[in-house]
């Protein structure tokens, strides 16, 4: 083959390369569209396009892990939940692979970790909770401006500070004692959360329930009260007010 030819094979396996990247990026964009359209299935459909293409595009493998994460939790089944939370880890696992320091890769990791960790039993959950604040700790760290990850960041100070008798009987056996949480750095982290991103429903649901845990209903009504007038962003919104409603419904 003389030396013509092989720059012409050259040139058109890399102009290949720069098509096949040209359009993962569109799914990608594609992708970010339509779950602004609150319309997550069609969303994981085009990051799955996009990893098709370009298996280490990172900002499909975070958001293929997150919508896998959000459709699975939305499932009333519970193997379905858990085979969707599985595939949740898998792009997550993926995106640390490629950056380990970026702070969606990590959120993503801590979600799909929580999500399990939510529909298994105490051994389970208890020996997930050090992962789940490891990696939702790192994802702060290189973004301290991500307001899901501080929301997560109270989530796991509620839920820790809420584990049942059999948790704790279970966290005595595998790590000698409760990991250290509170009522008071959930609302404190709920609250981070809300000034990074006023418009973020369900932590306004979440801190209204923090708040009626500490006695404090004239601030979780106050939250449940933002939280309805808010304009749904995300695909689970509309739910989230629902339950508001209710709660607020209950406070009042």
């Excluded at 896998?68 to 599985?86: H, P, V």
């Excluded at 250290?180 to 209204?208: H, V």
């Amino acid at each position: 083959m003389n030396f013509n030819k092989l720059l012409l094979l050259g040139g058109c396996s890399l102009f290949s390369f720069s098509a096949w990247a040209q359009t993962a990026d569109q799914d990608v964009s594609s992708g970010l569209q339509l779950e602004k359209d609150m319309n997550e299935t069609a969303a994981l459909d085009k990051y799955k396009q996009a990893l098709s293409l370009q298996p280490e595009n990172l900002v499909a493998l975070s958001r293929a892990s997150f919508m896998c994460s959000r459709i699975g939790n939305r499932m009333d089944d519970k193997a379905r939940k858990a085979a969707y939370f599985q595939t949740a880890k898998i792009y997550a696992d993926g995106a640390l692979k490629v950056a380990p320091m970026n702070s969606d890769a990590n959120l993503a990791e801590a979600v799909a970790l929580g999500r399990m960790a939510l529909i298994s039993g105490a051994k389970q959950k208890v020996a997930a909770l050090k992962d789940i604040k490891r990696y939702t700790e790192l994802a702060i760290k290189y973004d301290p401006t991500s307001a899901e990850a501080w929301f997560l960041l109270g989530k796991w100070n509620y839920e820790v500070d809420n584990l049942n008798f059999f948790e704790r009987a279970a966290a005595n056996m595998l790590f000698g004692g409760v990991p250290k949480a509170s009522l008071q750095d959930a609302i404190t982290y709920y609250e981070k959360s809300r000034s990074l991103d006023p418009g973020f429903i369900e932590n306004y649901m979440e801190l209204a329930k923090a708040y009626h845990k500490n006695n404090q209903d004239a601030k979780a009504i106050d939250a449940l009260k933002k939280a309805i007038a808010l304009r749904s962003s995300m695909q689970d919104d509309p739910d989230y007010k629902d339950q508001c409603r209710k709660m607020l419904a209950d406070l009042q």
